[in-house]
């Protein structure tokens, strides 16, 4: 039972609902979700430089940053080659910044700054502190796994009552977008690596 509504809860945020994950910023009751007027240039000011040619977790953020632009025919494989270069430079174009192809500053907060911190925290959101291993079974923590994990990619998984088959695999294939050992456990690496490609593409909502 408590695995059904564990998996009904990460539906419903995927979906759209209230984010379950410790520290998000929540919106003022008397506004939409998304769409205060702060900004998020905090988050953008701590995102590091982004080079064609670069891997990991830095350009699995900036490809799923520029995907949420419109530019749906990046998928989010941790490679800066020539799609994303391609979507870089139109996006620097359109925002009277040197079509470089270089992320920097300036692109990170015309992509990043201008959203409102429900949706990216705004470099205020702590990853867990726990480990998760082949053979967790407990669900408070595969809740939180899954969670952020969904606001990467909507990856389907049919049964997670135990941290085994689907959901080990699930974290692989991040891993090996995110740049980092693809061994399935969860450690400080990957915990990093999820909540910075969430808040950066603006995937926590409220």
């Known amino acids: 039972m408590r695995t059904f509504l564990i998996k009904a809860l990460a539906v419903a945020v995927f979906s759209g609902g209230m984010a379950v994950t410790t520290g998000i910023i929540a919106a003022s009751p008397a506004m939409a979700c998304g769409e205060e007027q702060e900004r998020s240039d905090r988050l953008a000011s701590s995102l590091p430089q982004v080079n064609p040619g670069d891997t990991g977790q830095n350009v699995l953020a900036l490809q799923l940053s520029l995907r949420n632009e419109g530019y749906t025919y990046l998928n989010g494989t941790g490679d800066y080659a020539g799609n994303t270069l391609t979507a870089v430079q139109d996006f620097q174009r359109k925002n009277g910044i040197n079509p470089s192809g270089i992320v920097g500053s300036k692109t990170w907060h015309a992509l990043v ?25 407990d669900q408070d923590k595969l809740g939180q796994l899954y969670n952020a994990l969904m606001r990467v990619h909507p990856y389907q998984v049919t ?11 699930m974290v692989q294939d991040f891993q090996r977008r995110a740049g980092i ?17 969430v808040s950066a593409s603006g995937g926590w909502g409220c």
Request: hydrophobic share 30%.
């Open 113 to 137: 700054g201008k959203l409102p911190p429900s949706l990216t925290g705004n470099g205020a959101i702590t990853p867990p502190s726990f480990g998760i291993n082949p053979g967790e079974t």
């Open 159 to 169: 049964d997670w009552g135990t941290y085994e088959g689907q959901m080990v695999a």
């Open 181 to 197: 050992k693809d061994s399935g456990i969860v450690g400080p690496k990957t915990w990093n690596a999820l909540y910075l490609v």
